[in-house]
């Protein structure tokens, strides 16, 4: 046995402190002569005990409680070998700390994030002597510690935050905290550099870890249990269930203030996995909640260790703005991993979407005008309750922005330029304004649009720069093809995401288009392309605003799209999509953690789940971020008292798969490695003996006063 | 050569010697005297307050004949008058040691002594005989129970105020077999004494030895004295100001009682309680026994407890309240 604090044992001296103090500390009783002294009756017996010893035995008792804390602030241990990967000689160490949500997952002995605090002061203790430590957590906004020789310091900084609830649940995986431990090894040591790395084996935990590690820094994961010296399997977890997905999306055909709230429960195997036999058939129940209150309730049956549907149709109340909603689990018994049963979400009924058709190529005969096909589509059936068209001549819009500026466009969702030749250049920064506070524009060309024209008014609105016209088939080799088919659409574009079959576009036959000119730094996406590659609906993003280029046109001059079946879904997903930049907002969601970043030139206050309220300024470039992401609930954006855009915290749902640390420990071995020694702390039994002393000093006690 | 022992006077303080000027000891009842002097006697004499008529007797003096009253009846009537006589006060002074000065304060003992002192001196001075006895906490002198009269009286009653002091309680028992046996009938007897534990050996709560000497001293009233008990107390004793945590050692003067210890905040509701207790029921009892009882705090001018004294030795009833306990 050894101790880790020998010094504290001269606190044995303080042993004879009380007996020291008793006869130093006796009060000297002032004399007090009184012909009245018959009247004076003596209270209590407290002051014979500060001038004699009556009671010994209680002397002893309580001199041995004082030893006993005395030996056990001394630290006694014991050496075993240990299961760390540990360098055996004196190192520079740094610990990283899993604190992700899914260490709050309950096992067989205790909560995962105090047994990873457990495991800390285990390596600390295990280090060679001369060792420098410091810490670092997954949370972005913890101050590290740095390299100190005071080797309890992450442990009792770790416990102290574990206890005042301080310990934040950060964004970082434990790979992406390496850089932040990276950097306290100021470099110029001779000693090696470790980083021992504690978690669980989740995706954010030791499983995130890379193989390899910077150059003269060596990464080595530390599951808690071989920290603790336990066997794998000996802190159990329960199965547990959690909310894999929610979204959510109009259901008009309910209600034009319907909303469709679909998601999926998962239930996720604790380890040691439960044999075949005992899966039952689990009943979980599931609740929706709308602006507080409980609204709908649905049961799922979960079978096996897979995942179940559900469906909510909430019809909101005829209130603007979004609505705070919230999913969640109704369980009989508490779950080992509470983090992942809530979802909070915010949800909209569905605005009718604004939209400005702008015709640049009017015609009497309805088939020949421009925007005939389209204006038709939106009006279909189902299109019909989405949207609400306006149509506008090209001077009317030019007028009307050299007006009112952006101002002009601040109600319109989405504006169409349908053919429409380029604006006079005055009226370009109010459009660009508008595009870059939400506005969605889709440019289609036709005859009146000249490439020139575009570049220069449009520049970097447009997706890619235009090219000139090309007639298919005059391309070299293309002598035979008079027209370009169309391309199978990406569905995994934004726009067209959702979609379970093909567009329906595929036997499109363009005759004419614009080519555009390749820009590989431009961060557009395409959604449909023709046969030869050429690009024919693309978007991208210009400040919170989105713009797609269509580079055909939108009638049948150029192209038969207007008649494909396909072209109603794909107006009506465009549109909805570029009308997304004014809408999207509810829809925002960020994991615990994440950072939010927009555009803003002016403070706003954003109210978090626990109405806590934070201001933020917006910096040189006019972006704001906000960072206290560590709740999981629904966050308000407030400017000058006005809602100014919601979005939702929700825990990364990769948390919820729990596989047993000893499958996640994928980081390479330091350099140097070997088998080293492992203190086992042996004064938590000098604790239990004082507890013992304690319950018989108290039963003495008790005794003598009765 | 024996030290000379100071006069009776320089144990006056100012004020009282003031306070003294042109006031005179009178008792409140008829004395029955040895010898003329100013009071009012019960036997007939020269006095100036008509007694009684009776019959003219051959041999009477001629002098006394009421010719007023001979005219009314028609016949010798002669006119008894109320003889004055010589009053004797008897001092019982307890001197026992052992009680403390409180600063800016009298002791009981300067006090005792000033007020013992005024009435000697003022009795002696209006031509009344004075007897006592002092006990000073070693012995009790007797001799000085027979009645006398001038600067002779005053001397002996200086020395023995002047003797130091024991902490033997005072024989109260034997000391009123003694004062009946010696005193002249209807004295005035004065008692200096704080009357708090006059018998320490009986338990705390035990009042027969209060009993005792309070029935000792009532049967002085047997032989017609007036019995004046002046029961000294010291402010502290009333208040007990030792309220703070402070470990106090309480004792007994001359170890009467065992100590007792205990922080003044504890010992001081028990103590007040107690101590208001006995008082009241002291009084009561005086009342009861027929004794005259003043109270002397000695935080109060001593000039208004020797006022207060001659009130109460004069048969005036004195209502004011000077020992009020806490």
């Known amino acids: 046995m050894s101790l880790l604090s020998p010094l504290l044992l001269l606190g044995l001296i303080g042993l004879a402190l009380p007996v020291i103090a008793h006869f130093l500390g006796r009060e000297r009783p002032r004399p007090l002569q009184l012909a009245s002294r018959r009247f004076v009756s003596p209270q209590g017996e407290v002051l014979t005990h500060r001038r004699q010893l009556r009671d010994r035995a209680l002397l002893a008792l309580r001199l041995l409680l004082l030893a006993l804390v005395v030996f056990a602030l001394s630290r006694p241990t014991t050496l075993a070998p240990s299961r760390m990967n540990l360098v055996a000689t004196p190192h520079d160490a740094v610990i990283v700390v899993d604190v992700s949500q899914s260490m709050l997952v309950s096992t067989s002995r205790g909560q995962q994030l105090a047994r990873a605090i457990e495991a800390v002061e285990a390596l600390v203790s295990a280090l060679p002597a001369g060792s420098r430590v410091g810490l670092v957590t997954t949370d972005p906004l913890a101050p590290p510690l740095p390299l100190s020789p005071a080797l309890e310091r992450p442990g009792q900084w770790l416990t102290r935050e574990l206890e005042d609830g301080g310990i934040r649940h950060g964004s970082w995986t434990l790979a992406s905290a390496l850089p932040r431990a990276t950097d306290l090894f100021s470099g110029d040591e001779q000693a090696p550099q470790v980083i021992y790395a504690i978690g669980d084996g989740t995706a954010r935990g030791l499983a995130s870890l890379p193989q390899t590690g910077r150059v003269g820094v060596a990464v080595v994961p530390v599951p808690i249990f071989e920290a603790l010296a336990e066997d794998p399997l000996d802190a159990a977890i329960a199965e547990h269930v959690g909310i894999e997905a929610v979204t959510w999306e109009p259901a008009r055909e309910v209600d034009p203030r319907a909303v469709r709230i679909t998601g999926r429960v998962r239930r996720h195997a604790g380890y040691p996995a439960a044999e075949d036999e005992d899966v039952r058939v689990r009943e979980v129940g599931v609740e929706l909640e709308v602006a507080g209150t409980k609204v709908g309730r649905t049961q799922v049956s979960l079978t096996g260790f897979d995942s179940e549907g559900f469906s909510f149709v909430h019809t909101l109340s005829p209130t603007d703005g979004p609505v705070a909603a919230a999913v969640s689990l109704a369980l009989p018994s508490p779950d080992p991993l509470p983090g992942d049963d809530r979802f909070p979400l915010w949800i909209a009924a569905q605005q009718r979407i604004q939209v400005i058709v702008v015709n640049g190529d009017p015609s009497e005969l309805r088939a020949h005008d421009e925007v005939f096909f389209l204006a038709t589509a939106l009006h279909s059936v189902d299109a019909q309750h989405a949207f609400e068209i306006h149509g506008r001549a090209p001077e009317q819009l030019e007028q009307s922005l050299r007006d009112k500026g952006p101002e002009a466009l601040a109600e319109v969702d989405v504006l169409i330029l349908a053919n429409v030749a380029a604006f006079d250049e005055d009226v370009m920064p109010a459009l660009r304004t508008a595009v870059e506070a939400g506005l969605g524009l889709w440019v289609t060309v036709g005859d009146r649009v000249t490439s020139d024209a575009y570049n220069d008014r449009f520049g970097g609105l447009l997706p890619l720069r235009l090219r000139e016209p090309m007639t298919a088939g005059t391309a070299p080799g293309q002598a035979t093809a008079r027209s370009e088919g169309m391309a199978p659409a990406d569905l995994a574009h934004p726009a067209l995401q959702g979609l379970e079959s093909d567009l329906g576009v595929a036997g499109t036959q363009t005759r004419r288009l614009f080519l555009l000119e390749p820009d590989p730094e431009a961060a557009h996406e395409v959604a449909l392309s023709f046969q030869s590659g050429a690009p024919a609906l693309l978007t991208h993003e210009v400040g919170r605003g989105r713009v797609a280029l269509l580079a055909t046109s939108i009638d049948r001059d150029w192209s038969d799209l207007p008649l494909r079946p396909g072209f109603v879904p794909l107006a009506e997903r465009t549109i909805d999509y570029l009308a997304g930049g004014r809408r999207s907002a509810g829809r925002a969601q960020l994991h615990i953690g994440d950072v939010r970043v927009t555009a803003g030139d002016a403070p706003v206050l954003v109210i978090g789940p626990d109405q806590s309220r934070t201001s933020i300024i917006p910096d040189d470039d006019e972006v704001l971020r906000f960072d206290k992401t560590h709740l999981v609930g629904t966050y308000r954006v407030e400017r000058d008292g006005q809602l100014e855009d919601v979005f939702s915290v929700v825990s990364d749902r990769r948390e919820s798969v729990l596989s047993a640390p000893s499958q996640a420990t994928g980081a390479g071995r330091p350099v140097g490695a070997g088998q080293s020694l492992v203190r086992s702390p042996k004064w938590r039994w000098l604790v239990l003996l004082g507890a013992v002393a304690l319950a018989i000093e108290a039963v003495i006690r008790r005794r003598r006063a009765s | ?326």
């Open chain 2, 1 to 326: 050569m024996a030290r000379q022992t100071p006069a009776l006077a320089t144990l006056l303080p100012p004020g009282l010697q003031t306070a003294l000027r042109g006031r005179r000891l009178i008792v409140g009842h008829r004395i029955r005297g040895v010898s003329l002097g100013r009071h009012r006697s019960r036997r007939a004499g020269d006095g100036q307050e008509f007694l009684e008529h009776r019959a003219y007797t051959p041999g009477d003096d001629l002098r006394r004949i009421d010719w007023r009253a001979v005219a009314r009846h028609d016949r010798l009537v002669l006119r008894r008058d109320h003889s004055e006589d010589q009053l004797t006060l008897a001092l019982c002074i307890d001197r026992t040691a052992g009680v403390e000065e409180a600063p800016g304060q009298h002791s009981r003992e300067t006090y005792v002594r000033a007020l013992a002192a005024a009435l000697a001196l003022m009795t002696v001075g209006q031509g009344d005989q004075l007897a006592f006895s002092v006990h000073n906490g070693v012995d009790t002198s007797f001799s000085q129970l027979r009645p006398r009269a001038g600067a002779p009286a005053l001397a002996a009653l200086s020395r023995a105020l002047h003797q130091p002091l024991g902490p033997e309680p005072c024989p109260w028992l034997s000391w009123a077999g003694r004062a009946r046996m010696l005193l002249p009938r209807r004295s005035l007897v004065v008692v200096f004494s704080d009357f708090l534990d006059p018998i320490p050996g009986r338990p705390a709560g035990d009042r027969s030895g209060d009993i005792e000497v309070l029935g000792a001293l009532s049967s002085l009233r047997a032989r017609g004295h007036t019995v004046v008990l002046v029961q000294s107390l010291l402010a502290d004793e009333l208040a007990f100001p030792w309220t703070g945590r402070r470990l106090l050692e309480v004792r007994a003067p001359g170890g009467r009682r065992p100590p007792v210890e205990g922080p003044g905040m504890h010992l001081r509701a028990g103590y007040l309680q107690a101590l208001g207790d006995h008082l009241e029921w002291f009084r009561r009892t005086c009342e009861q026994l027929g004794l005259r009882r003043v109270a002397a705090v000695t935080s109060r001018p001593i000039e208004e407890t020797l006022l207060s004294l001659l009130a109460v030795c004069a048969g005036q009833v004195v209502t004011s309240s000077p020992e009020a306990v806490g």
